[in-house]
């Protein structure tokens, strides 16, 4: 692999974690606890509430949380985490029926 396609799979890169039923911890999440950062609210579609904040793998990586009432989803490296966390989110509504 050549350092330009292993630059494209770098950027390419996308964490998903959701946990089922997380929100119990949301408060302790969305407050940074353990992080780098304090993160910052955002609207996220699908989500009851969702915050961003930088320094998740790399220090200048961005991450964002993001409930449902019930479940947690957190994004990391994504080039664009809302939209990720936007598309996770609308997933599992999906398969939830």
Do not use: F, H, K
Not at 30 to 49: I, L, M, S, Y
Not at 59 to 77: C, F, H, K, Q, R
Request: hydrophobic letters at 50%.
């Amino acid at each position: 692999m050549g350092d330009d396609e292993a630059a494209a799979v770098v950027t390419a890169r996308l964490d998903a974690v959701a946990p089922p039923g997380g929100a119990w911890e949301w408060d302790r999440l969305a407050a940074g606890d353990g992080r780098r950062d304090v993160p910052v609210p955002v609207d996220v579609a699908g989500a009851t509430e969702a915050v961003r904040g930088v320094g998740a793998i790399r220090p200048d990586s961005s991450y964002l949380l993001a409930t449902d009432g019930v479940n947690v989803v957190e994004i990391m490296e994504a080039p664009d985490v809302v939209d990720a966390a936007e598309r996770v989110l609308s997933a599992m509504r999906d398969a939830a029926g």
